[in-house]
Structure formats: structure tokens, C-alpha cells
């Protein structure tokens, strides 16, 4: 299959630090591929750089099309949607509100009617919390609500930071399997940022792994999985 995404020789710089320095992968349309890598690796500063947020060199080609010179508003018209670290909602403002600003992007009412509806297809949970203030959510409805957001922007291609981050597990286990609902159903490819390396390898179909800014692994989720370094290192046994 073609790559939605395709990253070659990506460097990154917060001032004259150097967080990147040789990083690339592929992302195939229609695939969910996973990001690994302890704390500092450098796993948001590529999601960053692929929304151009952060100085970076390399090739990032999105569809065939160069990115690396669009600001981060055309990014986001080009359906890549970026759930980042901490989940980005305005937390003084409902559920509701939420989610029509993440659809600002569309004009048409109805449209945005039908989307919301969609949305609520995959979160019955925050459906039946629609005018609650997005602050007062559990951790677990927060996460559901960043993801649907994102999901408002009709995208082609979703980032996702760490969507587990705090959560316990059993609603992680239902947030991944939205995820994997959503890849599936809506055709939306996915860039997922993980530290729990044994679920992103059950979701994701290709894995790589990131050490201080270089990517030190990369293959097919099943391969990576049984890799005796990964096993070691990041799935603990
Ligand atoms: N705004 C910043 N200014 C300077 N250095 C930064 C900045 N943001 C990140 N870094 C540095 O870049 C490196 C990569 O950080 P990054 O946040 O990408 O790691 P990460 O893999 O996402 O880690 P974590 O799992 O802890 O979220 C780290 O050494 C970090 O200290
Ligand atoms: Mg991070």
C-alpha cells in the first residue's frame, strides 16, 4: 500500500538543542502505526514537527505533498488532526462547545449536525454529558472528548499523544478499541504516541522504537513485539 505519511531524515531543534537527528518512518493509508520509546525520546517533538510547531529539517510528505512549509492552520485544512499531550480541551467550556469549535473548519450547519451525531456513535458517554463543563470530566471522558474532537475535522489522519497517560486500565482498554472502531469504520490512519507498548503493538501494525532522537527499531508490530531487546526493555518480561 502507498504511504499517507512518509518522514525521511527528520531533525528537530528547541533553540540550538538538538531533540531529533535521523528520524523516519511510514505511515500506509488506511494503517495505525506506533511510535515507542522511554520518557525524552523524542515521541512528541515528531508529532510537533509534523505539525510544523517545533524548527525541524527533513522531508515530511503528507499524500505525496511536502508539508514542512505549511503553517500549522493548513496542516490541520489538510484533515491532519493532532490529539497532543494533556488533551487540549478548553476545559471552562461544555461538551458541546467543544466539539463544534474543533469543527470550525466547517461551514455547513447540517453537516456539522451529522458530524456530532457521528461522533456520538463512537462516545454514548459524552452524548449523555453534552452540557457539562469539559473540566469536570473523569480523566478517561477527557481523553474520549480530545478524540473526538479530532474527529470532528473529518480527518485522514489522526497524531495521538499518549492517550493512556493516567488513565486506569479498563477505560484505556474501551479507548483503544474506539481507536481501533474509528481506523476502521472512518478509514482514518493513525500516528499513535504510546509508553504502554504492549497495547499500541496489539493496535498498531507497523512499530517503531525511538532512542534520544533516533529511531533504534522498526518493523511490523508482530515482529517488534517478539524482539527480545522490546520484550526486555518495554513490555517488561
Ligand atoms: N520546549 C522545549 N524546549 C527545550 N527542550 C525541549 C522542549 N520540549 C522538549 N524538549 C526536549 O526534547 C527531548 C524530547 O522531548 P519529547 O517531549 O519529544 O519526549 P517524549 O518522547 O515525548 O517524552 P515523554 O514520554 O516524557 O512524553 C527531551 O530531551 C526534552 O527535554
Ligand atoms: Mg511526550
Redesign the pocket.
Known sequence: MAALLEVKGLKAF??Q?Q?LYDVGFEIETGGITTLL??????????L?AICNM?RCEGVIRFDGKDMTKLPTEEIVRQRIAHVP?GRGTFTTLTVDENLRIAAYTRRDKAGVARELERVFAYFPRLKERVQQQAGTLSGGEQQMLAIARALMLGPRLMLL??PSFGLAPLIVVEIFRILRRINEEEKVSILL?E?NAALALDLADHAYV?ET?HVVMSGPSSVVKNDENIRKSYLGY
Open positions: 528547541y533553540g538543542t531533540s520509546g522511554a520518557n525524552g525520546a523524542g515521541k512528541t517533538t515528531t510537533r517545533v499531550e499523544d499518549e504516541v509508553q525511538l532522537g
